[in-house]
């Protein structure tokens, strides 16, 4: 993948936020310090560093923009249902080796071998559920 100065700066920008931007919020940030990128530029370097396996991407809901992670850390994500908020959960060593086990003896029951899997839990973040108390 060859460097240009527009995917070098959403590179950058998505390893600085903890919050799973959009398309959208990535290029309304990138947009003030970048003035002439347009929103197809941003959309197809995310596609470029997404293919090329340097950011993740989370699909979300159906018909809902895709969300985008710099951190290439292991670690499983939750979508809260009611505020859409993405948030990470990061397994100790141990907890991540037991799950992938788990996982390739779930692939083993159709005698299919797992290279990789995406996981995203969803329900009710800590604040939206005890809003309800």
């Not at 959208?24 to 197809?40: C, F, H, R, S, V």
């Not at 249902?81 to 990061?90: A, H, R």
């Amino acid at each position: 993948l060859k460097h240009s100065k527009q995917r070098d700066s959403i590179l950058k920008f998505l390893a600085t936020r903890k919050d799973h931007p959009t398309a959208e919020m990535l290029y309304n940030d990138i947009i003030k310090i970048m003035p002439t990128i347009g929103i197809a530029t941003v959309y197809r370097n995310l596609a470029a560093l997404y293919e090329s396996g340097q950011i993740l991407k989370i699909e979300t809901k159906q018909g809902e923009s895709d969300r985008f992670d710099g951190n290439l850390t292991p670690h499983l994500h939750f979508q809260c249902l009611e505020c859409n908020e993405i948030q990470d959960i990061f397994l100790n060593e141990c907890d991540n080796e037991k799950l992938n086990e788990k996982l390739k003896e779930f692939a083993n029951i159709i005698n299919a071998e797992v290279t990789s899997s995406k996981i995203l839990l969803k329900g009710k973040c800590e604040k939206c559920k005890n809003k309800e108390r």
